[in-house]
């Protein structure tokens, strides 16, 4: 199985901070790499899907790249309904997802 | 719009069963997969298998295999998940989330509310 590390496991921003979070798998997965947001009690939301196609309705704020065993998340400008957990998942193969990163007010 | 409706939450003794539905509108069922993914409280999300809707083809996650069950109905389009001998770490919520068609890989677009199953003596 894909084995998928991401980092940081939490982090502290402010709003209008500039955000990365980063996913790296075990071995090369292209571009089949998709991101969620989840808030306490949701459903985890597509944010980003095949490594940086940013999905219907998502603020342009959020951005993904990468490619071959390493990826980003990046938030430009963080807004306050950003504070939520993200989550990673390889789609190469069966899916996994990433431990998740859990972003907090600063 | 595209919306994933499922059953509700669900009380369970160790060895029992329990069967979640999703049931699916605005769009062509047959279409697209369903899959199911869990959540323990306080965890992250965990894959634990797909169904092709069309076919019923399935495909379960290793860590499941001959304790899960995914079927679905086209007539009333509405899929299931099916979880046998459960045990006190199968506290969960459950959620049905669909993916377009293999080519671009299993992006989950659209997620049901969720179903929490609580399995305790």
């Known amino acids: 199985d894909i084995q998928m590390t991401q980092s940081p496991s939490s982090l502290s921003a402010s709003v209008g901070d500039r955000v990365t979070i980063t996913c790296r798998t075990s071995q090369s997965i292209g571009s089949y790499l998709n991101w969620y947001q989840q808030k306490p009690g949701k459903a985890p939301k597509l944010l980003i899907y095949?490594?940086?196609t940013l999905q219907s309705g998502v603020p342009s704020r959020f951005s993904g790249s990468g490619s071959g065993t390493d990826f980003t998340l990046t938030i430009s400008s963080l807004q306050s309904e950003d504070f939520a957990t993200y989550y990673c998942q390889q789609s190469y193969s069966s899916p996994v997802f990433g431990q998740g990163t859990r972003l907090e007010v600063k | 719009q595209v919306q994933l409706v499922q059953s509700g939450a669900e009380v369970k003794k160790p060895g029992a069963s329990v069967k979640v539905s999703c049931k699916a509108s605005?769009?062509?069922?047959?279409?697209?997969?369903m899959h199911w993914v869990r959540q323990a409280p306080g965890q992250g999300l965990e894959w634990m298998g797909r169904?092709?809707?069309?076919?019923?083809?399935?495909n379960y996650a290793q860590k499941f295999q001959g304790r899960v069950i995914m079927t679905s109905d086209t007539s009333i389009t509405t899929a299931y998940m099916e979880l046998r001998r459960l045990r006190s770490d199968d506290t969960a919520v459950y959620y049905c989330a669909r993916s377009p068609p293999d080519g671009s890989g299993s992006i989950l677009d659209s997620w049901g509310q969720g179903t929490l199953v609580s399995v305790s003596s």
């Open positions: 095949v490594a940086s």
């Open positions: 169904i092709n809707p069309n076919s019923g083809a399935t």
């Open positions: 605005g769009y062509t069922f047959s279409g697209f997969y």
